[in-house]
């Protein structure tokens, strides 16, 4: 099996001005626990459920 047969192709992404609220609904009204961070159409860094709950509350 080959990752393209897998992966998810049509992906939402949040940029750095994003708010972590605005990431949060964005995990649940998608049902995903990541979302990449592009800035210019350019790959920059991934936010995580985990990077939300034990760096932005805890």
């Avoid at 049902?31 to 920059?44: A, T």
Wanted: net charge negative; aromatic share 0%; proline share 2%.
């Amino acid at each position: 099996m080959n990752i393209t047969e897998v992966m998810t192709s049509n992906i939402e992404t949040c940029n750095l001005k994003s708010s972590c609220g605005e990431v949060a609904n964005m995990m649940k009204n998608l049902d995903v626990g990541v979302l990449p961070i592009c800035e210019d159409n350019k790959l920059i860094g991934l936010i995580t459920d985990r990077d939300l709950v034990i760096k932005g509350l805890a």
